[in-house]
């Protein structure tokens, strides 16, 4: 009886360490299948990144940086004196036509969070959280063409009245709000609801009512993911191009007025790069110029992001 205890006592400890070391070996194929993903990102951002630098010390052996970044005026496609490669015009299109979307998407995506983490019923929240998911999946040309098509002539010019031209800044700022707010509430609605409910809980035992409890105790406990939806969102709108590319026009401009032409860095690098422009040439390069600026305007966004959001995650974990 002893030695069969023994030996099967032996089979035992065998097993164990045979399903230890097969369970040890699916672990390491997974961890080395995920180093290989994050390789794979850091390798392809790098080449990115290399790439663009190449070509912007290029172009800035030949241009002045003092002319690129102070410039008033981006003719970079005509020749002789009538070239010119002021990136101002730019940025200020890509910034003012973001300022336009976000005046439509904060408040709209806020309220829509608001709404669908506190107050909307299950049913509700399940039929329209995905809705507003399929709107932020939809391919932006069709947003460009909505824009093109129906907000400038019908809403801007029948409705109110407005005399813009065919292609113009407001339309395309507004659409691009459209855009941009289904990420602003899903993933401020996200961070709504990560919030305790015991914070909810004793928030009405104090007697706060429901848009109290709302906006007083879980907006604040959210905020850092709040946060973080509306710099993700406005990142978005930086980086949109076929919107900006088909409503907006291809006129860089400094104007005030949004009922005008107006191009951003990204839609010129759309419409630029789709053009016959020998490579290895000045014109050529300013693809890749506009492209490096943008991806650093970007890069500073989302440090800005990642501090902003760890700070106020310290106040209120």
């Given at each position: 009886?002893n030695?069969?205890?023994?030996?099967?006592?032996?089979?035992?400890?065998a097993?164990?360490?045979?399903?230890?070391?097969?369970?040890?070996?699916?672990?390491?194929?997974?961890?080395?299948l995920?180093?290989?993903?994050a390789?794979?990102?850091?390798?392809?951002t790098?080449?990115?990144?290399?790439t663009?630098?190449?070509?912007?010390?290029?172009?800035?052996?030949?241009?002045?940086?003092?002319?690129?970044?102070a410039?008033?005026?981006?003719?970079?496609l005509?020749?002789?004196?009538?070239?010119s490669?002021?990136?101002?015009?730019?940025?200020?299109?890509?910034?003012y036509?973001?300022?336009?979307?976000?005046?439509?998407?904060?408040?709209?995506?806020?309220?829509?969070?608001?709404?669908l983490?506190?107050?909307?019923?299950?049913?509700v929240?399940?039929?329209?959280?995905?809705?507003?998911?399929?709107?932020a999946?939809m391919?932006?040309?069709?947003?460009?063409y909505?824009?093109?098509?129906?907000?400038?002539?019908v809403?801007?010019?029948?409705?109110?009245?407005i005399?813009?031209?065919?292609?113009?800044?407001?339309?395309?700022?507004?659409?691009?709000?459209?855009?941009?707010?289904?990420?602003?509430?899903?993933?401020?609605?996200?961070?709504?609801?990560?919030?305790?409910?015991?914070?909810?809980?004793?928030?009405?035992g104090?007697?706060?009512?429901?848009?109290?409890?709302?906006?007083?105790?879980?907006?604040?406990?959210?905020?850092?993911g709040i946060?973080?939806?509306?710099?993700?969102?406005?990142?978005?709108?930086?980086?949109?191009?076929?919107?900006?590319?088909?409503?907006?026009?291809?006129?860089?401009?400094?104007?005030?007025n949004?009922?005008?032409?107006?191009?951003?860095?990204?839609?010129f690098?759309?419409?630029?790069?789709?053009?016959d422009?020998?490579?290895?040439?000045?014109?050529?390069?300013?693809?890749?110029?506009?492209?490096?600026t943008?991806?650093?305007?970007?890069?500073l966004?989302?440090?800005?992001?990642?501090?902003?959001?760890?700070?106020?995650?310290?106040?209120?974990?």
């Amino acid at each position: 009886m002893n030695a069969v205890s023994t030996t099967s006592a032996e089979r035992v400890r065998a097993d164990l360490v045979r399903a230890r070391s097969a369970r040890s070996a699916r672990e390491s194929l997974i961890k080395g299948l995920l180093f290989l993903a994050a390789l794979l990102s850091v390798a392809t951002t790098t080449a990115i990144v290399v790439t663009l630098l190449q070509q912007t010390i290029s172009f800035f052996g030949e241009v002045s940086p003092l002319a690129y970044f102070a410039g008033t005026k981006w003719t970079p496609l005509l020749s002789g004196d009538q070239q010119s490669f002021g990136v101002l015009p730019l940025l200020w299109g890509t910034f003012y036509l973001t300022g336009i979307g976000l005046l439509v998407a904060v408040p709209c995506g806020l309220l829509a969070a608001i709404y669908l983490a506190e107050f909307a019923k299950p049913k509700v929240r399940k039929t329209v959280k995905p809705i507003l998911e399929l709107l932020a999946g939809m391919p932006t040309i069709i947003f460009g063409y909505f824009a093109l098509t129906f907000v400038t002539p019908v809403i801007l010019r029948d409705v109110f009245g407005i005399p813009v031209s065919e292609f113009n800044g407001l339309a395309a700022g507004l659409v691009l709000g459209l855009l941009v707010t289904p990420t602003i509430a899903s993933v401020a609605e996200d961070a709504m609801r990560s919030v305790p409910q015991s914070l909810r809980e004793g928030a009405y035992g104090l007697g706060a009512g429901r848009l109290q409890v709302a906006l007083r105790v879980v907006f604040p406990a959210a905020l850092s993911g709040i946060v973080a939806a509306l710099i993700l969102g406005a990142s978005r709108a930086i980086g949109e191009t076929v919107i900006i590319l088909i409503a907006g026009g291809q006129s860089p401009s400094m104007s005030l007025n949004p009922t005008g032409s107006f191009q951003s860095m990204a839609s010129f690098i759309a419409a630029t790069a789709r053009g016959d422009i020998p490579q290895g040439t000045l014109k050529y390069e300013t693809i890749f110029v506009v492209g490096f600026t943008l991806f650093c305007v970007t890069l500073l966004l989302n440090a800005v992001s990642t501090r902003v959001v760890s700070r106020y995650r310290q106040v209120y974990e």
